[in-house]
């Protein structure tokens, strides 16, 4: 596929971040949350994947953008909106919860944020989700203020995150469980970070609230990283569907629920609290899927998914479409998401693909790969 340049504009955002990561060699841009998020950095995704995997990295995730909801009605809103029980939630921890709309179909898959009683962020994916929510506040005559945060994430990922980050903000920081968040102190000002990110590899997203004291920071890590062979990063394709991160935009979208996409601890059906499309997927969920994301392994060298990919059976029947793809090193083969049609969700169906005019053999495979 021929590439071409994005044109910056006030519609499509830097971040805080853009002019030290194009000093620091980034090579390519997505379009994410109307912001230029960094896809590529020198060398080739195979020997980015291996440091992920091995070092440490720092990402520009200020696309990752927060809306914060807060007054008195903040937690019905919140609830309102997300098909998890978010009614035992602990002020200092995140909770991964998918927003739903009346007709159960996926707005986004944030990451949730207690801040406090009556206040919340919401860590987008890829999708407006601040009209949803005051569209809802408006029509249920909710107290409540919506808006987006002034607050730009810079996340550190790989399994040396941990001794850069205790050398610069002491041992506290190895305290933080897994979706935990806290303060902590640097150059004068005050960081929220949460023990996070979108990796399986481990690491930790700073929320910048104030730019000045946030660049400093991310300016030590690099002044001193050296000794950890850090580098600039961004999420990397081959490691996050090695892991099965879903990706929202890619493998679901608001025409998936979130029960076909696998999300069902997140789905809070048998609870007491109330929230959009709660009454539909108890239906879906009785009268079973028709859908459902799953793995697949494709007898290929490479491919780049860019639109809809047919996956064809021996009778040539469509049983699903490839969502997410890349060539895999540790499988030595392509391994993929896809959305997978009643009856063929079994992990021994096989099919054949078009790559570029060629065709492919593949199987089905459960999620995750690893």
Known sequence: MKNYFVSKSRRLRGTPYTSRIENQGVTAYTIYNHMLLPTRFGGSLDDLYQ???????VWDAAVQ??????????????????CRDLSKAKIG???????IDDKANLINDPVILKLADDRWWISLSDSDVELFAKGLAIGNN????IFEAKVDIFSVQGPKSFKLM???????ILDLKFFGFDYFEFGGAKHLIARSGWSKQGGFEVYVENTEAGLALYDKLFEVGDEFNLKPGCPNLIERLESSLLS??????????PLECGLDKYVSLDSNVNFLGKE?????????????????????????????????????????????GCYNPMFQKVIGIAMINKPYFDKSQSFKIDINGHTFDGKVCDLPFI
Not at 65 to 82: A, F, I, N
Not at 93 to 99: H, N, S
Not at 287 to 294: I, P, T
């Open 65 to 82: 953008r927060q809306v914060e909801v807060s007054g008195k009605d903040s937690t019905k809103l919140v609830q309102l909106m997300c």
């Open 93 to 99: 921890r995140c909770y991964y919860a998918p927003i």
């Open 142 to 145: 909710f107290d409540v203020n």
């Open 166 to 172: 205790e050398k610069v903000l002491g041992p506290k």
């Open 280 to 324: 539909i997927l108890k239906k879906i969920k009785s009268e079973g899927l028709k859908k459902k994301l799953m793995g697949v392994k494709i007898n290929a060298k490479e491919i780049s998914v860019t639109g809809s990919m047919s996956l064809i059976d021996e009778n040539n029947k469509l049983i699903g479409e490839l969502r997410s």
């Open 248 to 257: 929202y935009g890619n493998d679901m979208d608001i025409g998936d629920n």
């Open 51 to 57: 440091h992920l995997k091995d070092h440490v990295q």
